[in-house]
């Protein structure tokens, strides 16, 4: 197989757009350097994030980081239990002078959503947000409407032990290309925020290094990377063996392979490389599975988390060598 030309000169443009957007975030995120990456390998895979953590570590702030970075539509949306569906999706507004109905646009019509705590609403809200993250449209009252690109969704929620909140459906946990936990800083992260965050806000001083249109096409250069037919092979014994496990309740849907691919790609494109590699698929796949995975009830007994199967799927599945 040939790799398209263009795939070798996008590349450069590709990493340089990537890592800009890295440095730009990473100027507010202290000591979180796997979570940037993965926030931004998600937005050039065009894919959603779900940043899931106890409060106060930051979620909402890499997701407003990353947002302000791109010169694009954005919009932050507050789960709460009284949000509407159509607070999200719009609604259809009768105008008194033109006696015709209105379509007056919802927060989701942007590049950018920024959902804070989105498990703090009710389940028929987040529902609201299935069709809108899976066909990137929003249908009303009959009437379909198209969402602009690149559009991604920044989700944030506390772990479902915390008071007030409702369990994402499996469902819409799906349509989420991967979630990441930012964790407890480190003590120097932690002494430089202080330092860094005490005397002024440095959200405040981020300013944008691209816009939506260059981001859209760095999405569509990600898309033409090579990946090889064992390396497709590869993905599917790992969903397979998901489905598979004596430990799961639930694997991974076919959409887990398809962005399981995606995030690999950007992985690589990153990385520097035109072609996909099985390490960009075996870093990627804990942060793109673990959140679609349901444990057995023994299973959650003994302590056991999805994380630890995802590793043992990963050691035992043979890994594929060479590019073809």
């Known amino acids: 197989m040939t790799v398209p030309a263009q795939t070798a000169t996008d590349l450069d443009s590709v990493q340089s757009v990537a890592h800009d957007i890295h440095r730009a975030v990473s100027t507010v995120i202290e000591g979180k350097e796997d979570a940037v990456r993965t926030a931004v390998t998600v937005l050039l895979a065009e894919g959603h994030l779900l940043v899931e953590d106890v409060p106060g570590v930051g979620k909402t702030m890499l997701a407003k980081a990353l947002a302000k970075s791109i010169d694009c539509n954005v919009s932050r949306v507050q789960f709460t239990p009284d949000l509407l569906p159509s607070d999200i999706t719009g609604v259809n507004v009768f105008n008194q002078t033109t006696h015709e109905f209105e379509f007056r646009k919802g927060a989701i019509f942007a590049n950018i959503v920024v959902g804070d705590e989105i498990n703090r609403a009710s389940p028929k809200t987040q529902s609201a947000l299935l069709e809108c993250m899976a066909e990137r449209q929003v249908t009303v009252d009959g009437t379909t409407y198209p969402l602009p690109g690149p559009f991604l969704v920044m989700a944030t929620q506390n772990p479902i032990e915390m008071e007030g909140t409702y369990p994402l459906p499996e469902a819409q946990r799906d349509r989420f290309m991967a979630r990441v936990s930012m964790g407890y800083p480190s003590g120097a992260a932690e002494l430089a925020m202080l330092e860094s965050h005490g005397e002024h806000d440095p959200l405040g001083d981020l300013r944008p290094v691209t816009d939506g249109a260059t981001v859209q096409r760095q999405i569509q250069a990600v898309r033409q990377l090579h990946t090889a037919q064992a390396l497709r092979e590869y993905v599917v014994a790992l969903i397979t063996a998901t489905r598979r496990h004596s430990s799961l309740r639930l694997g991974a849907s076919p959409r887990a392979s398809l962005q399981l691919l995606g995030a690999a790609r950007a992985n690589a494109a990153l990385s520097g490389r035109d072609h996909v590699l099985p390490e960009d698929v075996q870093r990627l796949a804990p942060n793109v599975l673990s959140h679609r995975l349901i444990l057995t ?28």
């Not at 999805?306 to 043979?318: A, F, K, N, W, Y």
């Open 297 to 324: 009830g023994e299973s959650q007994l003994t302590g056991r988390t999805t994380g630890d199967v995802i590793s043992e799927i990963l050691q035992r599945t043979p890994v594929p060598s060479g590019r073809r």
